[in-house]
């Protein structure tokens, strides 16, 4: 009995601490697009799956990661999968309507009809799946920035905890369309 409530404990403790780093992760993101001066965001709430290649990290972010870390989130990416983010995530954020346009999260048919009904280009955030080491001291995030139906711009971010905080160590994988 109490190998099973040890273990019960040790699960539980590792999906608080993964939901608990994802939402770390988010909230990260936002401010560093709004760090950027983005300003009247609207968040997506879908997460896409995170793009992550090994040989492509290594020739554009300039980091030297030790390999066993790239290889665990390497196999994390090939793990993880799409998602929805907690709108709740937005209220913990603090922002003015200055920054974020809405106190929810959109789905993708939301951000459709804004476009459709403005006709002008927003700032809409997309935020990938975090895909993250095996101790949680690393992660990689797919984040794109939709400006209208055909107008998109993304980017990998390759974050770390130093001192319990996320911070971001480089940006790679830029795109544009």
Do not use: H
Request: overall charge negative; aromatic content about 14%.
């Amino acid at each position: 009995m109490k190998i099973y409530c040890l273990l019960f404990l040790t699960i539980s403790t590792l999906s608080f601490s993964q939901n608990n780093s994802e939402s770390d992760v988010f909230k990260k993101i936002i401010d560093e697009q709004i760090g950027k001066g983005t300003l009247g965001i609207y968040v997506q709430c879908e997460k896409y799956k995170t793009f992550f290649d090994l040989k492509e990290f290594k020739q554009e972010a300039g980091l030297e990661v030790p390999e066993n870390i790239l290889k665990e989130i390497e196999t994390n990416v090939a793990k993880s999968s799409d998602g929805v983010w907690n709108s709740e995530l937005i209220n913990e954020l603090n922002y003015g309507l200055d920054f974020i346009k809405s106190n929810k999260c959109f789905t993708k048919k939301d951000i459709e009809q804004i476009f459709e009904k403005t006709k002008k280009r927003q700032n809409v955030i997309c935020i990938g799946t975090p895909v993250f080491d095996n101790n949680y001291e690393n992660c990689v995030v797919s984040v794109m920035d939709w400006n209208f139906t055909s107008s998109a711009s993304g980017s990998t971010y390759f974050l770390k905890k130093v001192y319990g905080a996320w911070t971001v160590i480089a940006v790679y994988g830029i795109w544009m369309t």
